[in-house]
């Protein structure tokens, strides 16, 4: 099985920055895809920011150029750098991975618990 562990959520003001960081463990042959979605109260869960194991990225429009996504291939982890946060960023932020579990073979989804981020003015 695959866990996805999250960090690096908190409390802060309107135009600062904060960090996630999330990282994959288990058995598995690679990671070709990882993602941070977020989800604030009465919203659906949407996409933040993807990555792939090769640094292609796609943010969402959103983003506007405050967030940056990176990976760290070797230590199967994904960071979102968040800058001049907003309090319409408030949400919780999940990770998601898609994963093989052997060469070739088809990827699985898998989630993080979600960690908090609440912005305030």
């Known amino acids: 099985q695959v866990q996805l562990v999250e960090s690096g959520g908190g409390s802060v003001q309107a135009g600062e920055s904060l960090t996630l960081s999330c990282a994959a463990s288990?058995?598995?042959?690679?990671?070709?895809?990882m993602a941070w979605y977020r989800q604030a109260p009465g919203k659906q869960r949407e996409l933040v920011s993807v990555?792939?194991?090769?640094?292609?990225?796609r943010d969402a429009d959103f983003v506007k150029g405050r967030f940056h996504t990176f990976r760290d291939n070797a230590k199967n982890a994904v960071f979102l750098e968040m800058n001049n946060l907003e309090p319409e960023d408030t949400a919780v932020y999940y990770c998601?991975?898609?994963?093989?579990?052997?060469?070739?073979?088809?990827?699985?989804?898998?989630w993080g618990q979600g960690t908090q981020v609440t912005v305030s003015l």
């Open positions: 998601n991975a898609n994963v093989r579990m052997r060469s070739g073979g088809p990827s699985s989804s898998f």
């Open positions: 288990g058995r598995f042959a690679s990671i070709p895809t």
């Open positions: 990555m792939t194991s090769g640094g292609g990225n």
